[in-house]
């Protein structure tokens, strides 16, 4: 969470203001103010309550805001990218996006850094400081591209970037759309078939006192487990699904925990572990691209991959880089990374080519995992289908077995 500081100045006129602002330490802060032209008669530090640095802490690595989503940032980057590279300054630029926003959120934000630039500030330092709306590495991509003179080069790249991330999202919400629905409509036919069905043709069997098949006498046992317990067991489940999300955002251990579950999955495990492959591939290949130094970009990928499994493991990465290692040992030795990352990431550095061998892992781990997903929604189509096949069919023989046998005493 960036800090803010209470100041108190005095302008050529020795008029007395007060206000506030946020920034990155207190010398950063004095020396703006100074250089605006006011006399500094007071400057602290706001202390942050612990419940807000908790929530900060939350938020530290990188997802949507619930109130702005990634299309609206990515939208935004391209409009500033626009702008920029048409050799509009800085403050029209953000001025013509504010104008521009639909979001009401996200336009009293670009005002925010409007007016902090305006005041002096870095524009990367205005965008840090808005974590849960814009990811770690577009403000570190800002600082290096303010150093090189390429922002405008740069929010084209992050649009880009964002513009892709959010296609194969969608891509893969809708290659789980129907198998989802399809699991929710077999769950919801066997529930009503057990509870509301069965109950009707157990009193017919019962008041004619026929004996009754061995899947017969199954299914309404399943059926008097189903009506008596539902409602413990829906609510046993409900409350479980509500603590576990709820120890996701405040229990790291069990957030730590959760993410190697997920790559640790059978199929499922596996296509995410590409995902996030591709991921730390495509931001190293932005970062790099941009100036970032390797040690640095590293710092900022772990703040953004989005499982905190890989994350820790890039901090160690990031740690032996520092260290004076190359790429390919520590990559090597990990057991997230495939072998063919560390053997590209060394072409990369010998060849001073690191930025292009990135790219290109990402785009084949990012199509490797495409390509698999589509092969297993495939199979788990025709596989949810034949198991409601089976489940209806061994109702219905439950069912009618009893009553083709009492047409043949009858007869």
């Not at 579950?261 to 931001?283: E, K």
């Not at 096949?389 to 069912?399: H, L, P, Y």
Request: with cysteine.
């Amino acid at each position: 969470m960036t800090p803010r500081f209470r100041y108190c100045l005095r302008d050529q006129s020795g008029q007395l203001i007060r206000g506030c602002v946020e920034a990155d330490d207190r010398l950063k802060t004095l020396r703006r103010l100074l250089e605006s032209g006011y006399v500094v008669t007071d400057l602290v530090e706001i202390p942050i309550s612990p419940l807000k640095a908790f929530f900060a802490r939350q938020s530290g690595s990188w997802h949507w805001s619930p109130l702005v989503s990634g299309r609206d940032v990515a939208v935004l980057c391209r409009q500033l990218s626009t702008l920029l590279q048409a050799g509009v300054p800085l403050l029209s630029a953000l001025a013509t996006v504010e104008k521009q926003t639909v979001h009401r959120h996200l336009r009293r934000i670009v005002i925010e850094i409007r007016q902090r630039v305006h005041d002096g500030a870095e524009l990367s330092e205005a965008l840090a400081g808005y974590p849960a709306v814009f990811p770690s590495f577009l403000a570190q991509m800002v600082r290096a591209g303010e150093v090189t003179g390429r922002v405008d080069q740069v929010f084209a790249q992050v649009a880009r970037y964002l513009e892709r991330s959010l296609r194969v999202k969608q891509k893969l919400l809708t290659a789980t759309i129907y198998p989802g629905l399809l699991s929710l409509f077999a769950i919801l036919v066997v529930i009503f078939l057990l509870t509301v069905v069965i109950p009707n043709f157990a009193s017919v069997f019962h008041s004619v006192g026929a004996t009754l098949p061995w899947p017969t006498r199954l299914l309404m046992r399943l059926g008097d487990l189903t009506r008596t317990y539902l409602a413990i067991i829906g609510g046993v489940g409900l409350t479980t699904g509500l603590f576990a999300g709820l120890l996701r955002k405040i229990c790291p251990p069990f957030q730590l925990w959760w993410d190697q579950i997920w790559l640790r999955f059978p199929l499922i495990g596996w296509v995410n572990r590409q995902l996030l492959v591709a991921r730390f591939c495509q931001l190293l290949h932005l970062l790099i691209g941009a100036g970032v130094g390797l040690s640095v970009g590293l710092r900022v990928v772990a703040e953004s991959v989005g499982n905190r499994a890989v994350a820790r493991e890039i901090r160690r990465l990031e740690e032996r880089i520092a260290a004076g290692e190359d790429l390919r040992q520590p990559l090597s030795e990990s057991v997230i990374f495939p072998p063919m990352v560390a053997q590209l990431a060394a072409v990369g550095e010998e060849s001073g080519s690191l930025e292009e061998m990135f790219s290109l892992l990402a785009a084949y781990y990012e199509g490797e995992a495409e390509y698999w997903l589509e092969s297993m929604i495939g199979l788990v189509e025709p596989g949810l289908i034949l198991l409601l096949s089976v489940v209806v069919g061994f109702v219905a023989i439950s069912m009618f077995w009893p009553m083709f046998e009492a047409l043949e005493l009858i007869q």
